[in-house]
């Protein structure tokens, strides 16, 4: 029997919410792993569905993760019941943890790929031609229960992309995720100029412009820290303050009523070597994410 949960509306730092056939530890620990004799994995980018993200396998205990370099101290940890999220933003990686083993992972680092070419970054006319139809979802989540992949669409474009053991999940709910989406949020390409005063050495400037559509029953607010900028390693950035310098900057006085949109400005600043791939609106309560 397939026991749900309640599924409560989460911010964007709970990456993921699952629904388990069983409650019992065996079906994640290492032994009941579908992967516990395959060969080592050598591939640090490659994603297998229902198997590996990289050099991650599922089911692995977290103290081995932890042990390995790069990997002991994630940068967000949240709880909900017998799930951890732990969410690596160096790597551009979320892990539910579930019995002290890895139950799930999401990437949203455009260097992990399958062999068939789907990354983050790619259109979602990329994933239907290698997969095929996916076996539920709608046009933004693309659900692949019998290999075990997710894959999460915004701008036309995959945006996340996950894993999971189809053995040992039914279906895994993203939290961020709702029945209907009720924003949607579109950006024009980021203008890339030199950094602000005081800035990091080397780094460089992105000022992205807005648009947002509101088909909630209730205001929505373009506060510059309901947006978050994440570039195509993976790791996320808050505006800058050099936003309030734009005529059009993007301030919790610019309100956006029921069926109406609204446009704005935002400031971020990147180190050296980094590119801005999508920006994401989020307030709590609505989300929306759109690839550049």
């Known amino acids: 029997m397939v026991y749900f949960m309640i599924v409560h509306r989460l911010p964007l730092t709970l990456a993921l919410l699952a629904l388990f056939i069983s409650s019992g530890p065996a079906r994640l620990g290492a032994a009941a792993s579908p992967t516990t004799a395959a ?126 053991d189809p053995k040992t999940l039914v279906r895994v709910i993203l939290a961020e995720e709702r029945p209907a989406r009720d924003v949607f949020l579109s950006a024009h390409a980021p203008k890339i100029g030199p950094p602000p005063a005081k800035a990091e050495a080397g780094s460089r400037s992105v000022a992205v412009s807005i648009t947002l559509k509101n088909t909630a029953s209730a205001a929505k607010v373009l506060n510059p820290n309901f947006l978050t900028l994440t570039d195509r390693n993976g790791h996320s950035y808050r505006y800058h303050p050099s936003t309030f310098g734009q005529k059009d900057a993007c301030r919790s006085t610019v309100i956006v009523r029921p069926g109406d949109s609204a446009s704005c400005s935002v400031v971020f600043v990147l180190p050296a070597g980094e590119a801005p791939r999508s920006i994401t609106y989020s307030d709590g309560a609505s989300i929306d994410e759109t690839a550049f």
């Open 39 to 164: 060969a080592p994995l050598t591939d640090p980018w490659l994603i297998v569905p229902g198997q590996s993200l990289g050099l991650l396998r599922l089911g692995s205990p977290m103290r081995v993760v932890s042990q390995t370099p790069g990997w002991a101290q994630p940068d967000r940890t949240h709880v909900v019941g017998t799930i951890s999220y732990l969410t690596y933003n160096r790597h551009g990686v979320t892990i539910a943890v579930r019995d002290e083993t890895a139950a799930m992972m999401l990437a949203t680092n455009e260097r992990f790929r399958t062999e068939r070419g789907v990354a983050v970054g790619k259109t979602a006319s990329t994933v239907s031609a290698a997969y095929g139809a996916s076996s539920g979802g709608d046009d933004r989540t693309l659900w692949y229960d019998g290999m075990g992949m997710v894959v999460v669409i915004g701008g036309n474009t995959v945006v996340r992309i996950g894993v999971y």
